[in-house]
């Protein structure tokens, strides 16, 4: 699975972003989305994940009720709606998928990554 997201840039606390990240390949398999953030000098972490099976997203604390991850029908797209951005968003945003039975709460479970997008937000 190759993925590629894309919607990062620079925006002022209190704005919005809308990431993106499209898949190719092995479209016929099942996979759970997740997006993940790393700031500079920080371990890499879950911002928000959505299994392939059922509607039961999961997001990450200081996140929920900013963002909103969603996906298209044919599940090969997934975005991710960042509002009131705050500057302790600032992060590198990955994309990625795993396919396999292993924790979907687990960062090692993921299998296929993107390039990444950079959010900078400023105060």
């Known amino acids: 699975v190759q993925l590629q997201a894309s919607g990062g840039g620079l925006v002022q606390a209190g704005g919005s972003l809308r990431l993106s990240c499209g898949f190719s390949?092995?479209?016929?398999?099942?996979?759970?989305m997740a997006w993940f953030r790393q700031a500079p000098g920080k371990e890499r972490e879950f911002v928000a994940r959505?299994?392939?099976?059922?509607?039961?997203?999961w997001y990450e604390g200081s996140v929920r009720g900013r963002f909103t991850m969603s996906r298209n029908a044919a599940k090969d797209t997934v975005w991710l709606q960042m509002n009131s951005l705050k500057p302790e968003d600032t992060a590198v945003y990955y994309c990625?998928?795993?396919?396999?039975?292993?924790?979907?709460?687990?960062?090692?479970?993921?299998?296929?990554w993107g390039q990444g997008t950079l959010v900078t937000v400023s105060s």
């Open positions: 990625a998928v795993k396919m396999n039975s292993a924790p979907l709460d687990r960062i090692s479970s993921y299998e296929s």
């Open positions: 390949g092995r479209t016929f398999s099942a996979y759970d």
């Open positions: 959505f299994p392939w099976r059922g509607d039961r997203l």
